[in-house]
């Protein structure tokens, strides 16, 4: 039995004993408090379980010993508190880069995953992002690791109406501190790239729902192509809407996305 301080910080909330679970996976930066809305519709339907990722949040002292990070270190911590839990099975909803450690984590263990839906699935990068994700640790020692996630968010979503997605996460990274914002950016500059190739190569074996707004410049394109390559990969396109679609449009996203749940139990 693993010690509870090792775990990272995940709060739980019960349906009943029958039902199915849902694993919510926030982005960087993000934290449990980024499925506010999507718990509040859920959890009447479904047991939930939400998880800060490491080094955020209510996680970070349960990971400030590991010197790096890489996506299957962070899929595992992940399911190291769904074994805690004796869960089975899980149903992943995740979010930006949430989806890359979503797939990560089907990747690892593929029997404990029913099916995947990703708000602004990141599937692959275009010249833009590689160029600064590559760069990223150098010019976030220049100007500051927060200054450098603001400066990011507001590249990802430019327009008035991603105004309030973008508050949401940069408030929320402001609990990172400098060490954890080094090992997410030292990350994404090493493996990124190689791990969405290995995790986005072939379709995947369990349904995935994409949700995209379809003012989401950097990642649309890839999410598009990658659906129409896979058969296992259903897409929306949501009009008005930036990278955030659980924030931006969180009821509309609440209600695709729990009748694509819904209907995979039907089918079960």
Request: charged letters at 20%; a positive charge.
């Amino acid at each position: 039995m693993r010690n509870i301080k090792d775990l990272l910080h995940f709060e739980t909330m019960f349906a009943r004993i029958d039902a199915e679970w849902i694993l919510f996976v926030h982005g960087a930066g993000g934290s449990t408090r980024t499925w506010r809305k999507q718990v509040d519709a859920f959890q009447n339907k479904f047991n939930l379980l939400v998880i800060d990722l490491p080094g955020h949040a209510k996680s970070a002292s349960a990971t400030m010993a590991q010197s790096h990070y890489n996506f299957e270190w962070i899929g595992n911590k992940i399911w190291e508190v769904v074994d805690s839990l004796h869960i089975k099975q899980v149903h992943i909803v995740a979010v930006s880069l949430g989806s890359i450690i979503g797939m990560q984590m089907q990747h690892s263990r593929p029997m404990r995953v029913v099916s995947m839906v990703f708000a602004g699935p990141i599937v692959a990068l275009n010249t833009k992002l590689r160029i600064l994700a590559r760069t990223g640790l150098t010019l976030a020692k220049v100007i500051g690791f927060q200054n450098f996630y603001a400066m990011t968010a507001r590249i990802t979503m430019p327009r008035k109406n991603h105004q309030k997605s973008r508050e949401i996460f940069v408030r929320e990274s402001k609990l990172i501190s400098n060490a954890e914002y080094k090992k997410w950016t030292a990350m994404y500059g090493k493996t990124l790239d190689d791990t969405l190739a290995l995790l986005f190569q072939k379709s995947p074996a369990v349904p995935v729902y994409f949700l995209v707004g379809d003012q989401d410049h950097l990642f649309k394109g890839p999410a598009v192509q990658y659906s129409s390559l896979s058969s296992a990969v259903t897409i929306d396109i949501i009009e008005r809407c930036g990278h955030l679609v659980s924030l931006e449009k969180s009821e509309l996203f609440n209600t695709k996305c729990l009748l694509f749940l819904q209907g995979q139990l039907s089918r079960g």
